[in-house]
């Protein structure tokens, strides 16, 4: 019997045949157990593991998550000019005292003087002084000497104690990386701001010149050895220019902070009574 509708049935038999091509197999045969078939298992694995949100290109994602910088990293467009003034001096600072450390190694353009620099470098330092006079004030045999050599000896403890302070708050260090030396340590004097040796031979010369009678050509010579042992610091790479003209500063300071406390010769005597220089007792 022949169908009503040829037509209709050609296009029937077209998609039943289309459907039993093995690709699409799978969808003509029902679930079995509940389970979904394999590649519609896959299709909805990949679909549920996929984000929500498309990933963002790394250079947005690292724009993003950059840290902001602190307010001192950051470059200002349009310092002041007291600001300016400041750094151009400390850059002429530091660039003169490199160029002018020619002792700071044997094989430096002066390093065959370096010993020569680094004994008037000793000269002014704490312990040469402080020893010296402790000695000096042992052998004295008048009332004048010691009293003389008592205050300079608390000006020498006040000198070592105030730069010792100052440097410790400061914490400059010197134009050249060099490590302090075995006295420096023990008249902590490690860090460069200021110049302990300027501060104390400029005190000291001070000292001696107001409190000494000498003649013209030992008083030149006295400022002139100042000059020199503040300048010897420098050519041995341990301290800046600043920190040489800071350091005579505070010596004439210490100078005038001893004038005003000064101790009077009784003062003096008590004070060698009660320590170990007992005068009174051997005479």
Not at 67 to 76: G, Q, S
Not at 96 to 102: D, F, P, Q, V
Request: glycine content about 6%.
């Amino acid at each position: 019997m022949m169908p009503l509708n040829p037509s209709l049935s050609r296009s029937k038999d077209r998609s039943g045949s289309v459907l039993g091509r093995p690709e699409f197999l799978s969808l003509n045969q029902p679930l079995r157990h509940g389970r979904p078939s394999r590649r519609t298992s896959q299709w909805k694995t990949h679909q549920n593991h996929q984000p929500e949100n498309p990933p963002e290109p790394e250079n947005t994602r690292e724009r993003r998550e950059a840290p902001k910088l602190p307010d001192e990293d950051c470059m200002l467009l349009n310092p002041s000019f007291k600001g300016i003034a400041i750094n151009s001096l400390l850059a002429i600072d530091i660039c003169l005292s490199k160029r002018l450390g020619i002792c700071v190694h044997s094989s430096s353009s002066w390093g065959s003087v370096r010993s020569v620099v680094v004994l008037l470098a000793l000269t002014g330092h704490g312990m040469t002084w402080i020893c010296g006079t402790l000695v000096c004030l042992m052998q004295s045999n008048t009332l004048a000497g010691q009293e003389l050599l008592i205050n300079l000896l608390i000006a020498l403890v006040l000198d070592v104690l105030t730069v010792a302070g100052v440097q410790k708050l400061v914490r400059r260090k010197g134009p050249w990386d060099i490590s302090p030396g075995v006295l420096d340590w023990v008249v902590l004097d490690s860090y460069s701001f200021p110049a302990a040796h300027a501060s104390r031979a400029a005190m000291v010369s001070k000292f001696l010149l107001s409190h000494l009678v000498l003649a013209v050509p030992l008083r030149v010579l006295l400022v002139l050895w100042a000059f020199l042992v503040g300048l010897s610091r420098v050519l041995l790479g341990q301290h800046h220019l600043t920190d040489i003209a800071c350091g005579f500063a505070l010596g004439f300071l210490h100078f005038r902070l001893m004038e005003s406390v000064w101790l009077s010769s009784s003062a003096c005597q008590t004070l060698i009574s009660m320590g170990t220089f007992n005068w009174g007792s051997t005479r």
